[in-house]
């Protein structure tokens, strides 16, 4: 618990910034779900067959993953708040559009024939009649989605829009349980006041004499007015206040430049050490989209113009993006050959490598090496079928990870439980798995004391860190260059795994050790 209580002091300014974001953001995507649910759900109570194809196709977006909708709309959107707030309006859309559309239809078609014997043209008797009758049922499906919307949100961080999901995205990479709770409390407390909100506004705008959603009878107290028209003011003013804060176009200056990262601790590092040297060296505002997704979001973010710079690995490069295989005898060979075909292909610009190689490996614990007398990798071969593989999820799908293994080594494990991040860690630490996927330089190895097979066929390729640009981004400005390869060569393995070392093991931040660093080599001041 003190430990927690640490984090949370420690962290406090940080948790506050990324409440803020993740209230607007979710904010934003009920205020647009309410809008286009009800008014859908309206408009479909006059064509019964519309009325099944719009609930069918809203049945449908809710079986389809959160990350495979955020995967289809990155290529189209872009990374940051867009794609998180559609991907939320999106599983909103459900409950709002089924209960506004129920509500209506359910309505006495006595009470109808009433109002239309008076007279009432079908306007009125829509905004007098139907729809304060129909209110509770259709807070009860803003509600749900209000909730879901705050759960979900989470997963922005996925995609660089921020939010409480950076935390627990972070604790997840850095095996670090109180970071996960310091952004897995906050988002169930502000699920709840979101649910308590919606309540107060379902009570302001609910007739009297009828049943709320919670089946009570609706009896307002004029002297609560006030305090529910205050309530619904600071929402309407924070909706406004994030309009301007969300990126539905983008707002970076002309002098702005956007530095991203993949989600794992290293990346993390080495692209706040980046933004640092930028920061130091030009007069550029530097923004920074860390902790984006894998290497289809972070590639994909760079090659749409979202971001103009990251660091990623040669044998990514290669064999990932341009689906090629290693046939090159020496790193040097590899590097030349991304270098082209990203210029040309791309039009990205690959620089001069930071000097480290962050290959891939497998590794085992100490146990299972002693049990079975393990060295190299081909040694898996006469025990496969008893050994669990705990890979990333990642790794488990690319042709240079375990799918090139199973290949190359004629391995047939027992089962593969893909996972993500350092959960991988946590799951051959407790005997879920036998063998995971590693990078050389993680500081993890050494603090589970894992042993790394050797590579007897080296299958994984080189994977040096490069800094990739636009090309339009260096010709705009050309000092960037230089400034970049500061660090050129300058970061080994040790260093990397030291560095990643004091962030997964001693706990701090990746900015503040990426800081420290260049501090201490003289980089910056």
Not at 208 to 229: D, F, M, Q, R, Y
Not at 376 to 396: H, N, P, R, V
Not at 467 to 479: A, F, G, M, S, W
Request: with cysteine.
């Amino acid at each position: 618990m003190q430990e927690f209580i640490n984090t949370l002091i420690m962290k406090k300014e940080e948790l506050f910034l990324l409440c803020i974001e993740h209230i607007q953001l979710t904010a934003v995507a009920i205020i647009m779900s309410v809008l286009i649910g009800v008014c859908l759900g309206i408009f479909i109570t006059k064509n019964k067959k519309m009325a099944s194809i719009v609930i069918g196709v809203a049945n449908l977006m809710q079986s389809i993953p959160s990350l495979a909708i955020l995967g289809f709309l990155i290529p189209i959107v872009g990374i940051g708040a867009k794609p998180a707030i559609i991907m939320v309006i999106l599983y909103s859309i459900l409950p709002i559009v089924k209960n506004t559309y129920t509500a209506l239809m359910n309505i006495n078609p006595d009470t109808i024939e009433a109002a239309k014997g008076i007279g009432m043209t079908p306007r009125q008797i829509l905004i007098k009649i139907k729809i304060p009758l129909a209110m509770p049922v259709i807070m009860a499906g803003v509600r749900i989605a209000s909730v879901t919307a705050v759960g979900l949100m989470t997963i922005a961080a996925f995609v660089g829009a921020g939010g409480l999901g950076y935390l627990v995205f972070s604790g997840i990479q850095t095996v670090n349980n109180h970071l996960i709770l310091l952004g897995a409390i906050p988002a169930a407390i502000l699920a709840l006041l979101m649910d308590y909100v919606i309540g107060v506004i379902e009570k302001s705008v609910t007739p009297n004499g009828i049943k709320g959603s919670n089946g009570e009878l609706i009896i307002k107290n004029s002297k609560k007015t006030p305090k529910t028209v205050i309530v619904i003011l600071i929402i309407i003013g924070l909706s406004v206040g994030i309009l301007g804060k969300v990126n539905f176009v983008k707002t970076t200056g002309k002098d702005t430049i956007v530095i991203g990262s993949k989600n794992f601790t290293e990346q993390l590092i080495v692209g706040s050490m980046l933004a640092y040297l930028i920061e130091e060296e030009t007069d550029l505002n530097v923004e920074t989209k860390l902790n984006l997704g894998g290497t289809q979001v972070a590639f994909g973010a760079l090659k749409k113009g979202d971001i103009d710079l990251y660091v990623d690995y040669t044998g990514t490069m290669l064999v990932n993006v341009l689906g090629e295989e290693n046939i090159y005898n020496t790193p040097e060979e590899m590097y030349t050959r991304v270098k082209e075909q990203y210029r040309e292909k791309f039009g990205i610009e690959t620089l001069p490598t930071l000097g480290f190689n962050n290959t891939y490996a497998l590794a085992v614990r100490p146990d299972t090496k002693e049990k079975y007398n393990l060295k190299t990798i081909s040694d898996l071969k006469a025990i496969e079928k008893e050994l669990i593989a705990g890979t990333t999820i990642e790794f488990a799908n690319r042709i240079d990870g375990l799918i090139g293994v199973q290949e190359v080594y004629d391995l047939n494990f027992k089962e593969v439980k893909a996972v993500d991040g350092a959960l991988r860690y946590s799951a051959i630490d407790s005997g879920e798995s036998d063998v995971i996927d590693v990078f050389k330089t993680d500081g993890l190895v050494e603090e589970f004391d894992l042993v790394v097979l050797e590579d007897d066929k080296n299958f994984f390729a080189p994977y040096y860190a490069v800094p990739l640009v636009r090309e339009d981004t260096l010709i705009k400005y050309p000092e960037l260059e230089k400034v970049l390869e500061t660090l050129t060569g300058q970061i080994t393995d040790q260093d990397m795994m030291q560095l990643n070392y004091r962030v997964d093991v001693q706990g701090k931040a990746p900015e503040k050790v990426a800081h420290d660093f260049l501090v201490e080599r003289g980089y910056i001041k």
